[in-house]
Each structure stands twice: as C-alpha cells, then as structure tokens.
C-alpha cells in the first residue's frame, strides 16, 4: 500500500504514536525510581496515582461528552494513570481554546445576517412531511445555517466526472473562487487544476486556498507555495503544526468545498489527488462521489469558508458582504429542499451525528449508508440495529481493499452485533470507497465529507448537504444499488466462524476505538 494514500496522514500517525511512548516511557522511569526507592515512597505514590485517577475519572464523567469516549479514556487512565491523563489533555479534552472561540464566534456574528431563514419554506415542509420538518429545523437549530427550496443539486457518482465538471465551472470564474481542502497532492489532477487558476487569476479572479496541514505535509505539489506567487492568489494552511504541543492540534480541517462567484459550489469525499480521479490504482477502483450546487443554498458553502478562512486571520480577513449574492439567478423548485451544513469540534450539539440518529430512527424502509470507516458510538449503533429488528432494510457499504489495516479491522469489529440484528454488510470488492452518504426511503439523504467514525462525529470539522424530495435521492439510491453489484456481501454464518484470536483482537480495538 502506497504510503501517500489514506486520509490519516501519516505524521498525524507520528505524533500520535510519539506522544504515546514518550509518556509511556516517562512512567515506565517513574515506576523503576519508586521500586528502587523505601517503602513509604512507593505507598506515598500509590496514594498519588490513585488521586490522580479518581480525580480524572470524576473529571471525564462530568464532562458533557460521549460514553463511549469516556469509557476509553477511563480504562486507560485505570490502566495507566501518568499516561492516560497526559494523552487525555493532549488529545481527548474536546474542548477549544477560549480565544479561539471567541473568534469562531465574532465570525458567526459578522456572517449571521447573510443566513436568512424563510419561515414559509419551513412550514411548506411542515405540511409535506413532519419527520423531515423536524429533521431540517434540527439542523438550522444546531449549524444555524437555512434550509432552500431548490432542485438545483446535481449528484456526481465518481470523482472523475466531478472533477471535470468541476473545472469547467472554475473556468467560468469572473470574480472568485474558494477552494477547501484537506488533501491536496502533487497529481495531474492538481496539475489541471492549478493551470486553470492560473489563468483565472491573471483574469483579475481573487482566488483562495484553504488547506489543512496534516492531510497536506509530504503531499503537497513541489514548490505550492512558490505557485502563488501569482498576484490574485492566497492561500492558508489551516491548524499548522507547531513547535510546541497544542490541545487543538487534534483537530483537522477534513472538508471539501469549492464555491465559485457565489453560484456554484461543490462538495463530497474528493479531494485533490490522482487516486480520487483514479489516474493511480494501488487500492484498485476508488469509488468517491459529491453534490454541485446552485442557488441560493451556496451562500452556505460560501459562509462556511469564510468563517473557516477568517479564523485567527488578521491580516488578510475577508469581509463577508463581498462574496455572498444577494439572490443568484435561478429558479426556485416548489417541491425540493436542500440544507448545507456544517459541523465541528466546537459545537457541542452534534449536529452531524444526530441527523443521521433522526434519519435513521424515522426510517420507514430503508437505510442505505456509504462509508469508508464504520467506527460508531453506542447511539449510532444502537439506532441501526433498532432500524433493522424493526423491519427496516438496512445495507451499509464499506470498502474491501483498506488504506489502514487497524481501522479496517476496527471497521469490522463492529460487524458481529449489525449482522445478529439483520443489517447487511457489503464490502466494495474491486477497491476503496471513499463516498460518504447516508439514503433514506429514496426520499431524503445526506452526502458530503462526514465519515461514519469518531473522528468526523466529534474531532474534525465537516460539512454536509442534507436533501429532500429534489429528486437527486433517487439518483443516490440507484448509484448505491450500482455499487452493491460490485460488492460482496458478508453473511453472519461465514463471519461468526472467524479465529478466537480475531475476536479478542476486536474487542481490544472496540475498546480505544475513540483514539483511532
């Protein structure tokens, strides 16, 4: 497996694995200075660990997280305590910074008057369907961004097809053009793209570059920055790391947004990379997909990037009423809503959890999810295996050839109790599915960069369309049922005959599952 490809970037794996041994090893001398020490120093810090651990254990308990993220942190705090509470601090305290949340929220102030919410949309909703009424105030309630009444979302069923229709709305640019990603690789497919922002900014385009520095280092084209040279381009690295360790440097920039002029905007699993377009193949077929949307619902996409970009962004801060079209030339559908929206470590509501929770729970039929990490937290899991004793059909897809063997098996882990309740396991048999979808009855769906795992659910910022009755839901539902010709799926029978040692290893990954 190519060492380049996967999400996880592998110095997030190296600061993540560094800290572990280095506080490992920082225990390990404590102890050996205690047992070489009397006796009253070793009950002396006997008594000191267990403080330590009741006080964090009380700590962890009280703080308004998920069980499943505190069970993992209490057993190894149990286990270990100078370790645990240290990796907890560093990398489990799911908190921001105050200063940073002063910021994130002068930026929500500054752009709130450009997100307004029609009340008559809603209540047209209302009397449609209560369920998804419900669904969409939920959403507009805890992202605080507005729901449209538009069928202008076009589903994009494979990176190569999104990419090129991509690029020819970039070239129709006149005035801007924002670009959020957390990959973006030395690839023909940058190649491409670079040329043609190239040559918007030397049409007067000002073009900005948001991207996130874990998912970039060691992938970035050769001389990135030395590109932008050109006058009308800026970029920024978004969370970069630094030389010091910092509580926040957890938290990663894992969306994929291009807004165009403020008419057009895409977004979905594809970042920018030759395996997304499948000009390399070392997972086999990489199957990856996303939205283009027009209208009025950009101004959401566009808000997301500018609050992102003017973080901590003295210098080049962007003023919002610059970039947000006052109405874009196109037509409302009576009978289509759509609601981009965001989520992230700093808003404790879960916005994008819990919608797939109310989804899920409101099924009628069917459940039909795309996902290449299946880590899910006791209520997620708890609302598919509901789902489908109740009837529901419930089919989940991940991929077959993994990028992460550990993630992978952990993605397994979770197998047993899904397939026991009736839901059906499909793996992708001919490579890597990287599309994030979750359909429901063929008549309302999410699709964006919001992984079914612990990291998108509660560590990075994401972002999502959730659609109804546009039509573009049918699309999906036949685009999945594609997929499932190519995939293979797994039976309970086959699956529960798997090795003792199989069995005990998942359980172990269950167990720390919140750290992977």
Known sequence: MDKHKGE????????????????????????????????????????????????????????PINPSYKITWIVLITILPVLGVLLFLLLGNISIPKRLQKNIDKNRKLSQKFLNCKKEDYMILKEMDIHKYKQACFLTNTSEFPIYRSNKIEYLNIGEVYFEKMLADLKKAEKYIFLEYFIIAKSSMWDRLYEVLKDR???????????????????????????????????????????????????????????????????????????????????????DFGVRVTGKAVTNLAIMFLRMWNIGNKDNFLN?????????????????????????????NNPAENTYINMINNAKKSVYITTPYLILDNELLTSL????????????????????????????????????????????????????????????????????????????????????????????????????????????????????????????????????
């Not at 381009?233 to 790391?241: E, Q, Y």
């Not at 970039?323 to 759509?338: A, H, Q």
């Not at 529901?392 to 550990?406: F, G, L, T």
């Open 201 to 287: 900014s030397e049409h007067g385009v000002k073009i900005y570059i948001l991207t996130d520095q874990i998912g970039c280092n060691f992938r970035l084209p050769d001389g990135f920055k030395n590109h932008f040279n050109l006058e009308n381009i800026t970029t920024k690295m978004f969370n970069p790391i630094l030389p010091f360790i910092s509580i926040h440097m957890n938290y990663r920039d894992h969306r994929k947004i291009t807004v165009i002029d403020g008419k057009f905007a895409y977004t979905g699993g594809i970042n920018i990379g030759d395996e997304y377009i499948n000009k390399t193949k070392s997972l086999g077929h990489w199957k």
């Open 385 to 516: 295996t509901n789902a489908a004793c109740s009837g529901i059909d419930v089919r989940i897809v991940i991929p077959h050839i993994p990028d992460k063997k550990i993630v992978f098996t952990l993605s397994r882990s979770f197998y047993d109790k899904l397939l026991k309740a009736g839901v059906k396991i499909y793996e992708y048999e001919i490579g890597f599915i990287h599309g994030k979808s979750c359909i429901v009855d063929g008549e309302v769906a999410v699709v964006g960069t919001i992984n079914f795992d612990f990291r998108s659910l509660y560590l990075h910022y994401e972002c999502g369309v959730w659609l109804y009755n546009t039509g573009t839901e049918k699309k999906m539902t036949e685009d999945f049922f594609d997929t499932l010709d190519k995939s293979i799926q797994i039976k309970y029978e086959a699956w529960k005959k798997r090795s003792v040692f199989k069995k005990i290893f998942e359980a172990i990954l269950v167990v720390i599952a919140p750290l992977l």
């Open 8 to 63: 996880q970037n592998i110095i997030q794996t190296v600061i993540n694995g560094s800290l572990f041994f280095i506080v490992l090893a920082i225990q390990i001398v404590v102890l050996i200075l205690l047992y070489r020490g009397t006796s009253n120093l070793l009950l002396y810090s006997e008594i000191i660990f267990n403080v330590i651990k009741i006080c964090s254990v009380i700590y962890i308990v009280a703080k």
């Open 320 to 348: 919002y009423e610059d970039y947000i079209l006052e109405e874009p030339d196109y037509p409302n559908d009576d009978n289509g809503f759509i609601l981009p929206f965001c989520d992230g470590p700093n808003n404790r």
